[in-house]
């Protein structure tokens, strides 16, 4: 069998135990006499699979009593629109800071329902940074603010949580939830596709305070509106079953290991041996600000459009692969999730050295 380091930015790398697990179970789940993919979503060996998710995601998280876990569907990008559906209703305002691509999109989507203002962007510097901002950046009767927590593209993560005082923070976690410990009632609302750190693509978790629940537009579709996901505890038709499975493995794997401190002490382990190579020389370039490094995706260049081919189809031919940066931005980027293990990043910083020995620039 062969398994490479795959370092894509999503759809990305499971833990094996995970993958290992899921085909232990694979045709018979328990005494089921059959796989989690077969099964009904109202049999009770389901509904114990759901709950449990739930629960062990609560106690991964530590997240508060009053807030709702929904498993929903449709990706992180049906929230850019089920947000300001739920949340821009009391004034029909909200801001967003401008992060990234993502952060982008979801101001746009938002745009169609209401008074939505950019409060701060890094556009102009093509997002090599995140912006500051602080209490006074909001506009006082904004229904909630919203951020991209880790912006996946750009590799770059708000090095702060921003001050928004009582208007409540929407953040997009999809591509660092889990990565760390987060402070849950800093937020509003947490949203995040679940295949870049949890699962498999097709299942998006909502966590909501209960307060933000039940304020939806009249003229919102069934699917999106939180009361209705959360009244009926995610299955108000059928769920992502088999994702929402796979995500209780991770959350299992998680515990096991110790939890999000140690996967924050292992992530970071990960991008100090990335980012401490990559401040050591000369070779390769990193745009990201300092202060805003991502720990997940780690963006850099040559600088020689060429080269960068070069290096990510050599690198793909030496088992490290999706290296290749977004079509948006070029150059190389790796993303270092969760089950990416610390041989992944020392190989890949191995063959960097390699390579850049190999290829002088003349
Ligand atoms: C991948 C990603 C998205 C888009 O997620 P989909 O599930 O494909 O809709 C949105 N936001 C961030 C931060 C992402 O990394």
């Known amino acids: 069998m062969k398994r490479v380091f795959n370092f894509s930015a999503g759809p990305s790398m499971l833990p094996e135990q995970v993958l290992a697990k899921a085909a232990e179970e694979m045709l018979c789940y328990e005494d ?190 069934t699917m999106l509106d939180y009361k209705i996901m959360a009244d009926n505890g995610s299955m108000y038709n059928t769920p992502p079953c088999w994702c929402i499975y796979i995500a209780k493995l991770v959350y299992e794997w998680i515990l096991e290991l110790g939890g999000l401190k140690e996967m924050k002490k292992r992530n970071e382990e990960k991008a100090n041996l990335l980012y401490g190579y990559l401040d050591s020389q000369d070779y390769y370039i990193a745009p990201v600000k300092k202060d805003s490094r991502s720990m997940m995706n780690v963006t850099f260049v040559t600088g020689n459009a060429e080269l960068d081919k070069k290096f990510a189809s050599e690198a793909s031919a030496a088992g490290l692969v999706n290296l290749k940066g977004h079509r948006s931005v070029g150059g190389m980027r790796a993303s270092i999730y969760n089950a990416m293990p610390k041989a992944g990043v020392e190989t890949l910083v191995a063959f960097m050295k390699e390579f850049a020995k190999n290829n002088p620039k003349g």
């Open 32 to 221: 089921s006499g059959m796989s989690v993919m077969e099964m009904s979503h109202r049999s009770p060996v389901y509904e114990k699979i759901i709950a449990e998710a739930e629960t062990l995601l609560r106690k991964v998280m530590e997240i508060p009593d009053n807030y709702k876990v929904l498993f929903l569907q449709g990706g992180a990008s049906t929230q850019f629109a089920a947000v300001p559906l739920n949340l821009m209703t009391k004034n029909g305002k909200a801001d967003y800071i401008l992060s990234g691509q993502f952060s982008t999109k979801a101001e746009q989507e938002a745009q169609k329902y209401g008074d939505v203002k950019a409060v701060a962007s890094s556009k102009d510097a093509n997002f090599t940074f995140v912006p500051q901002t602080d209490r006074n950046s909001f506009r006082a009767d904004a229904d909630y603010v919203h951020i991209c927590f880790n912006n996946t593209i750009y590799g770059t993560k708000f090095p702060y949580i921003p001050d928004t005082g009582d208007i409540p923070l929407v953040a997009d976690l999809s591509s660092c939830i889990l990565s760390e410990p987060i402070d849950v009632k800093k937020f509003g609302l947490i949203y995040a596709g679940a295949q870049k750190n949890m699962s498999a693509a097709g299942l998006t978790v909502v966590i909501v305070r209960e307060d933000l629940i039940g304020n939806a537009r009249k003229d919102i579709p």
